[in-house]
């Protein structure tokens, strides 16, 4: 692959024997290597914090006499040069696990294409769960060697960050992301100007530049339309992610897709496989056939080319999920592309033609599937729903052999696994045990840690987990801001050493976060128990435009601060993934309510199995192949009743029995001498070991490699 040229990153104001910060600072490897964050906290564990743990910033404000400081220090000089050794070890490495294991595909491109990546709290270009998928998926695809490369947008507005009004109605806060504080650097062509790309929207041409942000040996490629050279409104059009308005909606899709595709070319690249990680990028097909035309092919044997090569990914089958534009739209966006295609209209919009959902649609899956020989589903469950979903393109094969696959996801180990756990497998697990996370016979070594030391960093998570909700409590308190109702509606009760539940997620109505509100009695007496006591810590954002999610967030957070709950129900305000790496590993039982089978996959709970909280879930998405009997609990049972009131009284009966029986008397009861819960102990270790190799990013990308990416590129 072509090097490619990008500005030179600035420079810092660092002493001579620290200088490689700065290149650190450049790489987010660090953001799954404690070792290496430690250096940042080690100079100034308060601001590190304070700014959100972006080290770019960090380098950029830190007093230079605390850096001198650390320059003098021998402790500090031994951490840095073994973390600059193991970063240069790492980037230098020549993709060793993926070039052994599959030497015919070590130099086959793969491009990957998504909306949104979620990498770190510090770049908040994500909305949720499809991000940060997407970025587990660069970062193993980092570790494992593989020559993939990935395109996305760099959202100078981001997604939004929540606040709740004393009612518990959200507020949603804008801000301004600043590029310069952000390991972002141009991408420039030989003459040292920026590369850009440009696409046809109705009446003119919009121009992007390119941004590259490394991710280990893995460069991602990030679109931003803010340039003099267009209009405002075109500035704004990479500005926010998931926009309600169709117009915005479309031209940043035929950006991704179409612009996205000359990006790579510009840069040199030549992918042999092409993944659209949701539909969102499916515009790609359109160039790519585009391409072939232009080089002299018909169609027919562009679309079989095309085809080959592509693969498609579809992630959920609720209908907000699945884009499709009115045809309108489609005349307005494409009438001068299909010409070119050789198609006329109606062809043309045959290719991704709907007529299932509120009216004639152009579907973006629909594109995505028809120009795909790869197509998957994210867990075994969701196979089986969307062959369902989409049979009716293919009308002449039975449900079963509708060719949609699956691959389940998965989750970056070195990511969401906690530092304290890290250290302690890194003792008993043997040195190799991170290259092997996805070898089950590896993980029975879990059975050699002593349960004490198991649940003291258990304990130790879970207090870590209190003091951050103080701590910002206290912030927010002081901030004037809040009521002292919200101050302790964000946790300030919270005990450290009681059964605590862990709900985070999107607020969507499927997710039925309210299912624990269904018998108020019930949950306080649960909740209010003098010997048993447990406590519920809740978080998540509703899509602003999401009215029903909205309300569902305020119905909670209503009886959050209800004086009878007595601090024992809690709400973590902007949910990210900060927070979301508190909550995984910090509480005991991890939640889920969703109503089936919506929830194609789900991830959380997978982080939260590798740090050892069980997962009390409905058998939907991952959990419905995950769950053996003993890794955990369900919630309700595989009854489904056609009317969703009956489904929830259902589920809610079997949620509070659960509760009640079995997951209070196991915590609580069977404590040794010196107060460890060993039955509960041993069902963490039963639940880590079962389901950390099973559903690790290293899995999932293994699978992708011999299912998906090797015939795509064969
Ligand atoms: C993991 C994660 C998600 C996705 O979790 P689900 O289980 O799919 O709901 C969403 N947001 C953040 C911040 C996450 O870390």
Redesign the pocket.
Known sequence: MKSVRVEKFPQFDLPKSLERLGELAFNIWWVWNHEAQDLFAMVDKYLWDDLNHNPVMFLQQVNYARLTAQANNAEFLVLYKEVMDKFDAYVGEKRPYYSKKYPALKDKGIAYFSFEF?LH?SLPV????????SGDHLKEASDMGMPLVAVGFIYNKGYFSQRLTEDGWQETDNYLLDFKKLPLLAVLDDNEDQVLVKVELPGRMVTARVWRLLVGRVPLYLLDTNLPENSEADRQLTARLYSSDSDIRISQEILLGMGGVRVLRLLGYNPEAWHMNEGHSAFLTIERLLEYIKDGKSLEEAKTLVKKNNVFTTHTPVPAGNDEFPLWLIDKYFSKVWPQLGLNRDEFIQLAHNTQSWGETFSMPVLAFGLSNQRNAVSKLHGQVSREMWKGLWPDKVVDDVPIGYVT?G?HTGS?LSAKYRNLFDRYLGEDWLENVDDAEMWARLEQIPDGELWAVRQFLKRRLVNFANHRARRKWQSGKIQPSQVVASGVLMESNILTIGF???FATY?RANLILSDIDRLMSIINSEERPVQFVFS?KAHPADEPGKLLIQNLYRMIKDPQTGGRLVFLED???K???YM?QGVDVWL?TPLRPN?A???????AALNGVLNFSVLD?WWHEAYDGNNGWVVGDDTDYQEPAQQNQHDADLLYRTLENEIIPLYYGNRNAVNVPVDWVAKMKYCIRTLAPQFSMRRMLREYTEDFYRPACE
């Open positions: 979620g709290e994500y909305a949720g769960g499809l991000g940060i998928l996801n989750v969401w985070a997620r999107r997710k998540g949910y990210d993934m927070i979301a790496r995984v889920n929830e996959s789900g991830t959380s709970g997978m982080k998405g």
